[in-house]
């Protein structure tokens, strides 16, 4: 089984250099989740809704280079035109592009059921990042729900920024509406969920990962530990979240 392997070269090389939001923290954790889930759901396709650049989307196509799955991201490319994400991805990841397919319209004009006949199956990896806005964001988390696979992760981003007020809404009146899928963790700026099934073992590796990175978020992680457990866990809608934001 693949370990918790953050991907420093593939981040510096390719992650770092195509423009969007993106937090060192946030990137090194998801590649590690990324690489710790693919021999869970080997096959299964990874999808982002809100592209942009493609800058998180990267380590999406890494990801499925290393498990010959497909990639789909879905952006109305409002602003960044296709073409120009098109050919800055395939300038910078020229062997992986042939694994992504990029859909240009509103998720909010896709169901469940027309996501998953896209995807053919379910995903193993599914970010949220789209439209902002309170009732997009809960399209898009309900999406998210029905379409992530049983060993998937969904990662949402913004989630507690102070300028995404939307998004902060829609997460709590998504979690309060009893979905399946339970906090794993809350980083810098993205909140990672899963099915409460797996939720225990990506939360073990991420908390064995904060123990053993030696600066950053290893040393503020441990640092917070040896004050209070409750620094660094908390309850999320009645499920354990591992916290490891940069702030506070
Ligand atoms: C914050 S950016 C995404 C950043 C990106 N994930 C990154 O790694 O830098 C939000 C993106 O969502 C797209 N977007 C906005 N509304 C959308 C919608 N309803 N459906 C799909 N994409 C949307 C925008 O065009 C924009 O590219």
Redesign the pocket.
């Known amino acids: 089984m693949p370990g918790f392997d953050a991907d420093d070269e593939f981040l510096g090389q390719v992650t770092r250099r ?5 937090t060192d923290d946030d990137a090194a954790v998801t590649a590690g989740l990324l690489r710790l889930q693919e021999t869970a759901e080997r096959d299964a396709p990874l999808v ?10 990267s380590l999406l196509m890494a990801s499925a280079n290393r498990t010959r799955s497909r990639v789909l991201g ?7 035109d296709l073409a120009s994400v098109t050919s800055g991805l395939t300038a910078l990841m020229p062997d992986l592009i042939s694994g992504l397919s990029l859909h240009a ?4 004009e896709l169901t469940s059921e027309s996501l998953l006949a896209m995807l053919g199956r379910p995903a193993r990896f599914i ?1 949220v ?4 806005d309170y009732a ?1 964001v809960l399209h898009d988390l309900r999406l998210a729900d029905a379409a992530v696979a049983a060993g998937g992760l969904v990662a949402v ?1 913004d989630f507690l920024n102070p300028l995404t007020l939307g998004v902060n809404r829609a997460v709590n009146v998504f979690m309060e509406s009893g979905p399946t899928l339970v906090g794993v963790a809350c980083g810098p700026n993205k909140l990672y969920l899963a099915r409460p099934t797996y939720a225990g073992f990506y939360r073990e590796h991420l908390e064995q990962h904060l123990l053993t990175t030696p600066a950053g978020r290893g040393e503020r992680f441990r640092t917070r530990l040896a004050t209070w457990r409750g620094l660094v866990e908390q309850d999320f809608f009645d499920s354990p979240a591992l916290l490891f934001t940069a702030s506070h």
């Open positions: 195509l423009e969007g939001w993106l982002e809704i809100g592209v942009y650049c493609g800058k998180y989307l879905i952006d109305t490319f409002q602003f960044k319209g509103s998720s909010r970010s990042d789209g439209s902002h997009d981003d």
